[in-house]
């Protein structure tokens, strides 16, 4: 460690927010890896060091230069452990948090940093995280996982992330995070009305989508099958749904309850009702009222029962001015699936990236749609940060 520099390269680097992290903290960038043209673009317009756009299955181009560097950080792709997706335990991208560790393993850093949603330790899936812990174990490492939550780095999102650390020095540290207050959106916006890229896309007063925004107060969110005062269903909006009548409501009401309550399939959170069911609860006129409400559109027809129309948990979900943001992901410039607090419209570019803790200066380049899959893809700067203070504290810095 010549001058007392510390070195790091970063693979699945994505537009480089792990990076930032450990830049903030003194660490010199050696080598940034990633396989999507966009995000290197982004990445080499921002941030110092050199970035190879490579597909990592085929190792890493210039391995021998990275031998014993300080630290290694990797953000291997989440899709395949997050509950937000499919779950597919043989998601071929499983495999990058495997592939990881052999990688590590050869280049041999003093530290190893991995993030992933926590979804990767949970279930089945939790053998791809397990591999990697014993891959760096069986190669001599000390490992640790911590659990983190955005908000108590003092970030306007509650993001849950983890973070794998695999040492081979001889420190012990304090894994524990911080717990600071969690910031609100209201402070996090303030004066992005000038900045670059934010360019605000309002819906169309004409637009179905806009009707259903006006409907959608803050915290709220358009759900057939949640009840309480945070989901709007599609029948509360007749204007845009079609009306029904109070006894069809009723009905409606009682699926959605009965749909979670006796689970007759091992996946998803709740089932269709049986015609059985539905009879025994409504009676001789639940026919009349099934059928109509299948007519209108509100119910659909599944096997020997019936199920809503809209089985979705919550999209046009609108964030409120004094809490945190949910996760930002990569549709947070579609007002489908997130809203404004006071605006009937999605989130801009630079509204999602301060967000997810990227300053001003970070500016996107290129095709906006990549900008919102760069932003819900990063790791956020500030958690970078915290996992580069414990990387520096496993190897003896301080400062
Ligand atoms: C979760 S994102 C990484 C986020 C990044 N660490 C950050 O903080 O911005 C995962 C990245 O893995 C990249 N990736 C997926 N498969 C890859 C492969 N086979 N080789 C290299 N990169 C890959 C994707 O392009 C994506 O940028």
């Given at each position: 460690m010549r001058n007392g520099t510390l070195k790091f390269a970063s693979l699945f680097s994505g537009c480089g927010g792990f990076d930032l992290g450990f830049i903030q903290h003194g660490f010199h960038p050696q080598g940034a890896y990633d396989s999507d043209p966009e995000a290197v673009e982004?990445?080499?317009?921002?941030?110092s060091g050199d970035i190879y756009n490579v597909d990592l299955t085929n190792g890493v181009p210039n391995e021998r230069s990275l031998y014993g560097i300080d630290a290694l950080i990797a953000g291997p792709p989440c899709q395949g452990f997050s509950t937000a997706g499919k779950r597919?335990?043989?998601d071929e991208r499983n495999h990058l948090l495997t592939l990881t560790?052999?990688?590590?393993r050869r280049i041999y850093p003093k530290i190893l940093v991995v993030e992933n949603v926590a979804g990767a330790l949970s279930g089945a899936h939790a053998r791809y995280w397990n591999e990697l812990d014993e891959t760096m174990r069986l190669a001599g490492y000390r490992t640790k996982t911590v659990r983190c939550q955005a908000v108590d780095l003092g970030m306007a999102q509650l993001r849950k992330r983890i973070l794998f650390f695999a040492w081979r020095t001889q420190r012990d540290i304090d894994f524990t995070t911080p717990s600071l207050p969690a910031g609100d959106l209201r402070s996090v916006l303030a004066g992005v009305k000038n900045q670059i890229n934010h360019h605000p896309?309002?819906?169309?007063?004409?637009?179905?989508?806009?009707q259903i925004a006006k409907r959608i107060k803050p915290g709220q969110k358009l759900s057939?099958?949640?009840g309480g005062e945070n989901a709007v269903a599609t029948w509360d909006i007749p204007?845009?749904?079609?009306?029904?009548?109070?006894?069809?409501r009723t009905v409606l009401e009682l699926l959605r309850r009965l749909r979670r309550q006796e689970r007759q399939r091992d996946h998803g959170d709740a089932d269709p009702v049986s015609l059985g069911r539905l009879e025994a609860a409504l009676g001789g006129r639940f026919h009349r009222l099934v059928n109509g409400l299948v007519t209108k559109g509100?119910?659909?027809e599944v096997d020997d029962g019936v199920d809503l129309v809209g089985t979705f948990n919550g999209k046009f979900r609108r964030l409120a001015w004094d809490r945190p943001s949910c996760t930002v992901d990569t549709r947070f410039g579609s007002p489908r699936y997130f809203l404004h607090p006071s605006q009937q419209r999605g989130f801009t570019v630079r509204e999602a990236a301060r967000i997810q803790g990227f300053d001003d200066g970070y500016i996107f380049h290129g095709n906006e749609k990549a900008h919102y899959r760069l932003i819900g893809n990063a790791v956020p700067p500030p958690l970078g940060a915290f996992a580069a203070k414990i990387a520096k504290g496993l190897l003896g810095r301080t400062s």
């Open positions: 982004n990445f080499k317009a921002n941030i597919l335990i043989d560790g052999h990688l590590a896309q309002r819906l169309s007063t004409q637009s179905r989508e806009w057939n099958v949640r204007e845009v749904f079609g009306t029904i009548t109070e006894n069809e509100y119910l659909r």
